[in-house]
C-alpha cells in the first residue's frame, strides 16, 4: 500500500499532502501519519510554513473512513497522537500550517482544514460538516473551531442540517483567506507561504502563541497574559538575535538574515 501522506520541501515551506484516493478518507493509520508530518515539520528548525493540501483530485479529504469503520474501526478510535488527522488536537504545534482545499472537505476532511491557521480554497471546494446525517456529531473539532470562526447562528446551521458550504460563502464569512481557480490553487498558497517565511521564525511562533493564549481574554486581560512572562515563544522572540537583526537590517538597508535565535 502507498503511504497515505507524502511530504515535499522547498526551503522553509514544508508541503504535505494526503495522497488516498479516491476520497483522501482518513483511518487510523492515515491520522498516524499525517502526525508524523506535522511533527517533523514541528521540530526542523529550518521550516517556517506548511501546506496541507489533498492533491489533485475531486477530494480534501472526505473525513472519517467509512469503509474503516464497517471493518471495525470505532468512531471513536484512538487516533494517535495529534487526534483524528493528526492535526486536530495538536496542541503543541507553535508554526503557521496553511490548508490547500482542493476540493470537497467533508466531515472531519472540514474540521482538518479548521485545525489549520489558514484557509486558501479552490473555486471547486466545498465545505460541510456531515456527522449528523450518520447519527454522530463533529466532535474532532468542528462542534468547537467553527462557532468561533463564523457566526453562531451559520455554525448551528452547518453542524444540524450537515448542509454544504460553497467558496464564495466560506469566504463571505471570513473562513477562507481567498478562494482561486483550481489550477492556480498551489501557485496561490505557496506564494502565501514564501511571504510569511520570508519573516522572522520565532515573531511567527510567538504570534500564534500569543493569538493561542488570549483569544479567550478581553484586550486588557490579554495584555496582562502577555507581558507576564507566561508565553514563552513570545519571551523567547523579544530577547532573540532576531529582534536585533531586523531593526539592524532595515537600518542597514538589507534583507534580514534570521537564525531562528
Known amino acids: 500500500m502507498n503511504n497515505p501522506v507524502t511530504t515535499k520541501r522547498d526551503g ?9 484516493p479516491k476520497a483522501n478518507a482518513i483511518n487510523v493509520a492515515t491520522s498516524q501519519a499525517l502526525y508524523a508530518a506535522f511533527a517533523e515539520f514541528r ?10 493540501s489533498g492533491g489533485e483530485g475531486r477530494f480534501f479529504s472526505a473525513g472519517w473512513d467509512l469503509k474503516a469503520g464497517a471493518e471495525g474501526e470505532a468512531v471513536d478510535a ?49 465545505f460541510a460538516l456531515t456527522e449528523v446525517t450518520l447519527g454522530i456529531m463533529a466532535d474532532a473539532g468542528g462542534v468547537l473551531r467553527l462557532p468561533k470562526r463564523i457566526p453562531l447562528p451559520i455554525a448551528m446551521e452547518m453542524l444540524m442540517t450537515g448542509r454544504r458550504m460553497s467558496p464564495d460563502e466560506a469566504a463571505r464569512w471570513g473562513l477562507v ?72 537590517a532595515f537600518a542597514e538597508k538589507r534583507k534580514p538574515e534570521w537564525k531562528g535565535r
Not at 522553509?12 to 488516498?20: G, H, K, N, Q, S
Not at 521540530?43 to 496541507?52: K, M, N, R
Request: charge should be negative; charged fraction near 20%; glycine fraction near 8%.
Open 12 to 20: 522553509a515551506v514544508f508541503e504535505i499532502t494526503l495522497d488516498r
Open 43 to 52: 521540530d526542523d528548525p529550518t521550516l517556517s510554513v506548511a501546506i496541507l
Open 78 to 126: 484512538d487516533h494517535g497522537r495529534g487526534g483524528f488527522a493528526g492535526l486536530t488536537e495538536f496542541w503543541n504545534l507553535e508554526k503557521p500550517v496553511i490548508a490547500a482545499v482542493n476540493g470537497l472537505a467533508f466531515g472531519g476532511g472540514f474540521e482538518l482544514a479548521l485545525a489549520a491557521d489558514l484557509i486558501i480554497a479552490a473555486d471547486t471546494a466545498e
Open 177 to 248: 483567506n481567498k478562494v482561486v481557480p483550481k489550477d492556480q490553487l498551489m501557485q496561490e498558497a505557496r506564494a502565501l507561504a514564501a511571504t510569511i517565511a520570508a519573516n522572522a521564525p520565532l515573531a511567527l511562533k510567538a504570534i500564534k502563541a500569543v493569538i493561542k493564549a488570549t483569544l479567550p481574554l478581553d484586550v486588557k486581560d490579554g495584555y496582562a497574559l502577555m507581558r507576564s512572562g507566561a508565553i514563552p515563544a513570545y519571551t523567547a522572540m523579544l530577547t532573540s538575535e532576531d529582534a536585533l537583526e531586523g531593526p539592524l
